[in-house]
Structures are given as structure tokens and as C-alpha cells.
């Protein structure tokens, strides 16, 4: 046993000479490293900080640019209107449906192009090609397309397949705007959730298929469950995104009709534009900003979770 010590103790004297030995100036080394991206962090903070500040300031102003001249602190007064005002409540509830909607119908076809883009076939390639090309059409081109091309009651391509002179936009305003985001937005759900398909194990697979596992028992209790926090995370990056929706609503239906599809962007280029209320405009930027934020946060902690969920494979 003495000798068994004996050596233990040789070898890790020797294992502590062999040790390098701390690096001096690790602090400066640390800030040396970090210097190049330090242009970049203040760029970051001139373009976003500084404005949301100013905002921020902004918010706390009485200001009509119909009366030049006359600004004065009102504090809390414009958020007090902005909370109690019935057309941003609505325009919140509008908000809410609109997000909540695009994201449901895009998750959902997502994940059937997941599943079909899952499975060897010929074209596979170029059919991952044409469906995530709506993804990359420009958010106002993709509304106008909509608008024209597929809503129109005179030439658009619904009533010319269907018949009939149906004006979709005025009889179906919100379903006319959530369509138009599941087309653009389905690619991105699909190609979050073909990740998650791709990372599950072939061999957990075809083992279940063995024990005699149909293909329904094998989506429901295997794939659903392992594909449950890709479905979060695309949940959460959608709606962060769409809650800030702005191009498709003013380019299809203008807000209308009467405020059916107002939401929380479109009601704050009203306010500023239209009624000039700049300091009320401030606050309902500000309070989007949170709601945002807040958001941002669950999407953060679902991001991190997947990470640990790699690295402990």
C-alpha cells in the first residue's frame, strides 16, 4: 500500500511540473482579443440604444407636430392613454390574433413539408429549392403579390380558378392577411423543424420499428416528443417576428376594414402619421418593445436548452 501511495505522489509531482504554468496578463490578453469587436458594439449601440433612449424620452413628451413649438413633460400621461385607449386595445387583440394565427397554420404545414422533405426521393434538392424560395420574397412584394394577383374580385386567381366575384379583402380581411404570412413564413418553420427531424437518432427509429411500432405510434410518442422544443423555438422566433408585422396589413388592407386588421405597428404609423401624436406614438413603441422583449426572453431560455441538449450528447 506504501508503495502504491509512493508512486501516486511521483506522478503527480510530475504531472505538476509538466503543468504550464499560469499565463500572465490573462486580464490584458482577454481585452486584447476583444478589441476588434469593440467598433462593432458601439455601432450596435449608436444604432439601436441611442434611439430607443431618445424614444424612451420621447414618450414622456406632450407633442402634436400640429402645434410646433408647444412640447411639455407630461411623465406617464401617454402610456396612461395608450393602456386605456379602445383602438390600441384592439389593435393589441388584433395583434394577438394575427401573430397567433400565422404562427398555428405556418407550424402546422411547416411540419408537413418537414416530414415530406424528411424522406429520400427524386428532386429532393430542387423541391427544398422552390419551398423555401417564399421566405426569401420581400415582405411587401409577397403582400402586393397576394393582394393582386390572388384576392383581386375582378382578375385575381382565387375567383378565376372558383368562379364568381368574391372581394376576399373586404369580406375576409384577417384571413386574407394571415394567409399571406403562413406563405411566407412556412419555410421558415420547415426548415427549423427538418433540423429537428434530421438530429433524431435512425437507430432509436428502427429499433421501435422492430418491436412492431406502426408509423402513427412512432410519430406520436417518439418524433412529437423529441421535436418539441424545435416547435417552441419556432414558435417563439415567429412570433417575435410577426408580432411586428407592418407590410402585409398596410399594403392589403390598409388597417381596414374599419380597424378588423389594425395591429399595434399600423396603429402607431397612424398616431404618428396621421394624427401626429408623437409622444403618444413614443409609448405604444415603447410598451411593443417590452411586450417584445419579454418574448425574446422565453426564445432565449428555449435557444440555450437546445444547446445543452447538444452538447450533453
Same mark, same amino acid.
Given at each position: 500500500m506504501t508503495d502504491v501511495i509512493a508512486r501516486a505522489d511521483a506522478r503527480a509531482g510530475a504531472a505538476s511540473s509538466q503543468a504550464p504554468a499560469p499565463v500572465r496578463g490573462g486580464g490584458r490578453e482577454r481585452w486584447v482579443r476583444r478589441a476588434p469587436l469593440l467598433p462593432a458594439l458601439i455601432f450596435a449601440i449608436i444604432v439601436t440604444q441611442v434611439p430607443f433612449l431618445v424614444t424612451i424620452y420621447l414618450s414622456t413628451l406632450g407633442w402634436n407636430a400640429l402645434r410646433p413649438g408647444r412640447r411639455e413633460f407630461v411623465g406617464v400621461d401617454n402610456y396612461v392613454s395608450v393602456l386605456s385607449d379602445s383602438r390600441l386595445r384592439a389593435a393589441l387583440a388584433n395583434t394577438v390574433l394575427l401573430t397567433a394565427g400565422a404562427v398555428v397554420f405556418s407550424m402546422i404545414l411547416g411540419l408537413a413539408l418537414a416530414l415530406l422533405l424528411d424522406r429520400r426521393f427524386a428532386g429532393r434538392a430542387v423541391v427544398r429549392t422552390l419551398l423555401i424560395t417564399?421566405?426569401?420574397? /420581400?415582405?411587401?412584394?409577397?403582400?402586393?403579390?397576394?393582394?393582386?394577383?390572388?384576392?383581386?374580385?375582378?382578375?385575381? *386567381?382565387?375567383?378565376? *380558378?372558383?368562379?364568381?366575384? +368574391?372581394?376576399?379583402?373586404?369580406?375576409?380581411?384577417?384571413?386574407?392577411?394571415?394567409?399571406?404570412?403562413?406563405?411566407?413564413?412556412?419555410?421558415? /418553420?420547415?426548415?427549423?423543424? *427538418?433540423?429537428?427531424?434530421?438530429?433524431?437518432?435512425?437507430?432509436?427509429?428502427?429499433?421501435a420499428r422492430v418491436d412492431g411500432a406502426n408509423a402513427f405510434q412512432i410519430f406520436t410518442r417518439m418524433t412529437l416528443p423529441h421535436l418539441r422544443q424545435y416547435l417552441e423555438l419556432g414558435a417563439l422566433l415567429g412570433s417575435i417576428y410577426l408580432v411586428n408585422t407592418f407590410d402585409a396589413v398596410f399594403s392589403i388592407t390598409q388597417g381596414?376594414?374599419?380597424?378588423? +386588421?389594425?395591429?399595434?405597428?399600423?396603429?402607431?404609423? *397612424? +398616431?404618428?402619421?396621421?394624427?401626429?401624436?408623437?409622444?403618444e406614438a413614443s409609448a405604444a413603441g415603447v410598451i411593443v418593445v417590452i411586450l417584445t422583449i419579454i418574448v425574446a426572453t422565453f426564445a432565449l431560455r428555449v435557444i440555450s436548452s437546445l444547446f445543452r441538449m447538444e452538447e450533453g450528447r
Open positions: 417564399p421566405f426569401l420574397v /420581400m415582405p411587401i412584394a409577397a403582400a402586393l403579390l397576394f393582394k393582386h394577383a390572388l384576392y383581386n374580385p375582378a382578375y385575381g *386567381l382565387i375567383n378565376g *380558378l372558383f368562379g364568381g366575384s +368574391t372581394d376576399w379583402i373586404s369580406s375576409y380581411p384577417k384571413a386574407a392577411v394571415v394567409t399571406t404570412l403562413v406563405w411566407q413564413w412556412t419555410p421558415f /418553420m420547415m426548415l427549423i423543424l *427538418l433540423a429537428g427531424l434530421q438530429s433524431q437518432s435512425e437507430e432509436v427509429l428502427e429499433a381596414g376594414p374599419g380597424t378588423a +386588421t389594425t395591429n399595434l405597428p399600423y396603429e402607431i404609423y *397612424l +398616431t404618428t402619421f396621421r394624427k401626429f401624436e408623437y409622444g
